[in-house]
């Protein structure tokens, strides 16, 4: 019984301090005011379910602990309004790494890199450093820090030469 415990607990210590492997974490997030509102997709690494779209914003809703509802609406092509709904799923105690899916069966890993201490803006990317966003709580921000906000993305491993600067649009 005794060797129970100490394996558990060995196993709890373990996953407890290796669990920013990927890359650090700047902040906890998950069930916090971030959660509350739309926020504005202002930049972005090409991404194949980008293509073609724009007046990007996700929305959030906490479900429980450790769900959160994901809400993605876009024009494509600047004519059709799409809305693409999925799951995000708390993946360790850092609350920053999430694994959300979307049509039940299209999965990705992302992380929260970093945030604004008032929330107003956001750094989300992946394990591979191929897709990242710069969300805001305005449809743009100052030029200044979006190219702080950048760096941030470099600073991490991406190539963000490929960046690509999203328009505000008139009609969210």
């Known amino acids: 019984e005794q ?41 972005h690494m090409p991404f194949i379910f980008n293509t073609g779209a724009s007046c990007v914003t996700a929305e959030y809703q906490i479900l429980s602990d450790f769900q959160v509802r994901v809400i993605n609406r876009s024009k494509f092509l600047g004519l059709l309004n799409t809305k693409v709904e999925g799951d995000a799923y708390i993946q360790d105690a850092s609350n920053a790494k999430l694994k959300v899916i979307f049509f039940g069966f299209i999965a990705g890993d992302y992380y929260i890199i970093d945030v604004a201490n008032d929330y107003s803006w956001a750094v989300v990317g992946e394990p591979r450093r191929k897709n990242g966003w710069i969300l805001s709580r305005q449809p743009s921000i100052d030029s200044n820090l979006l190219s702080n906000l950048i760096q941030k993305l470099t600073n991490v491993g991406y190539n963000t030469k490929k960046i690509i600067y999203d328009k505000p649009c008139k009609d969210y």
């Not at 607990?9 to 301090?17: C, D, E, N, P, Y």
């Open 3 to 43: 060797q129970g415990k100490d394996i558990f607990l060995l196993h709890f210590f373990v996953f407890f301090f290796k669990q920013k492997t990927a890359y650090e974490m700047l902040r906890s997030l998950v069930g916090s005011e971030m959660c509350i509102r739309d926020r504005y997709q202002v930049a």
